[in-house]
């Protein structure tokens, strides 16, 4: 009888661990808006609202992420979020800063007027890693992602 018992709790961990690691393999996140809210003599703050979602049947705890921003592929800046959790099959939006650094822009706007002039639109970047919760909190699960606008 305690074979029987032991085989089924391991089975249900190895099922939500798989469940939970799936689910934040599949986050997908968007940028929906870019502003700026501060400017300073070195760097500015910009605000972005991205979109996350969960399309899988398990809820997302903890997630976070730490980042760096590309402008045509030179990165000028980066941030962070945490504490974001997503029911199954829903998605939230989430207002981060993100610390832009002036001397990394001009190359960055330079390369965005070649682009422009070729035909081409403006490339945003943000690549990094993101990671969460999983199996009941005890453990976490990372993986590095890139969104793009």
Do not use: Q
């Not at 986050?27 to 399309?55: A, H, K, M, Q, W």
């Not at 909190?137 to 992602?145: A, E, N, Q, V």
């Amino acid at each position: 009888m305690a074979v029987v018992i032991l085989l089924i709790v391991t089975v249900f961990f190895i099922s939500n661990y798989y469940g939970d690691v799936e689910a934040l393999e599949n986050v997908d996140v968007s940028v929906e808006s870019v502003y700026i809210s501060r400017f300073g003599l070195t760097d500015c703050t910009f605000i972005l609202t991205l979109n996350i979602s969960n399309p899988s049947s398990h809820d997302i705890s903890s997630l976070s992420s730490n980042f760096e921003i590309f402008v045509e592929n030179i990165s000028i800046g980066y941030g962070n979020f945490s504490g974001v959790d997503i029911k199954a099959y829903t998605a939230v939006r989430k207002d981060i800063s993100v610390i832009v650094v002036y001397s990394s822009v001009a190359e960055a706007a330079v390369n965005t007027l070649r682009n422009i002039w070729k035909g081409g639109s403006p490339t945003v970047e943000i690549k990094g890693e993101i990671s969460g919760s999983i199996l009941f909190g005890l453990t976490t699960f990372s993986y590095p992602f890139i969104a793009s606008k």
